[in-house]
């Protein structure tokens, strides 16, 4: 197949990527760069031989976009491309309205134009809320807290609304959990900006020296540690299943709405020891006060996903640490 991928030189595009070359697929990428590096394609191309075409374009250009689909003819677009720091849509939501809704809608408009109507879109656990009961069924009700998860969820509703209104549409909006790990390689991987926000790239840069000590936010939540629970995929798993999506959507029409997670959950300290443990360090670490809007327990119900696409993880938590911590040692500015 012949696939427009969005936000391919980002983190999860460019392990998609990689798993999409490496089955035979011809890949073309588009993405205006804001929080990635053109360098991934020289390293998307070391691990499979393969350089992907690319396109720096931002999806709300509409004339660019319709350059793109004119070149030639696509079976279907993963659209990764999208801004994700909570925080940062709290205080600059109309950021998160235009690259987000108005960007997938300038998108899925061109898509239309061109014939072009199978999706995978790049959707969130965040939808769920904080009140959802883990594990947690696609069929929960959806009540996300924050302007980036209903950015999310009204992504999901257009392309919801849009194969209800014609048969031809086949869309899978997949619900990723908490996507950690990188490569095995070690040639690509995360490399956020700044400080991290998120556990697994917060360890890492302490791990490397870069950041002093790890805050463990909260120490007192109802689980056997004390410390809050997450659903972690390795990021490979979860570009696998972009594949599986696609092939679902080979023999399915209309709209699916899938989880993509272990179905297990790890505390705080369980990742910590992991870590600790795989890659024989200490990191240091001291409990503080819980991080606002953040839940005790948040894991997946992966079983639709078992049942639709035949898909479940196959990498353990020690893998994800493994892998993170090799990327990190072998890039310890990210893609300088
Ligand atoms: P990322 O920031 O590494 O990748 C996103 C890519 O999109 C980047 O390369 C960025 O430059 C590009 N981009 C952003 N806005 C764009 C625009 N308007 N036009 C063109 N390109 C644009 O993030 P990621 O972690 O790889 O996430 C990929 C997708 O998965 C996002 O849609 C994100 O919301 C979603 N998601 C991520 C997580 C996570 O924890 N990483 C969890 C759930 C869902
Ligand atoms: N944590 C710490 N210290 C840190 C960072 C995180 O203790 O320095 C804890 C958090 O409190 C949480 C857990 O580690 O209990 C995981 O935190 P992350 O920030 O890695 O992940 P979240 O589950 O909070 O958030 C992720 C994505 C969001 C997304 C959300 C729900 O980062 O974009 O999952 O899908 F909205």
Redesign the pocket.
Known sequence: MKILVTGGTGYIGSHACVELLTAGHAVVIVDNLSNSSPRVLERIAQITGRQPAFHELDVRDRAALDRIFDAGKFDAIIHFAGV?A?AESVADPLKYYSNNVYGSLTLFEAAARHDVTRVVFSS???VYGETARSPIREDAATAPANP??RTKLIVEQQLGDLCAAGSEWRVAALRY??PVGAHPSGIIGEAPQGVP????P?VCQVAAGRLSE?????HDYPTPDGT?I?DYIHVVDLARGHLKALEYLERTRGMHVINLGTGRGTS?LDMLGTFERVNALRIPHRFTAR?PG?TTE?YADAARAAQFLGWRTELTLADMCRDAWRWQQANPAGYV
């Not at 926000?197 to 697994?200: A, D, G, K």
């Not at 790890?214 to 909260?218: E, K, N, Q, T, Y």
């Open positions: 994700k909570v969130s656990a965040t980036y998860g959990f908490n926000n998120n556990l697994m917060y790890l805050s463990v936010f909260g809050a997450r705080v991080r953040d948040t």
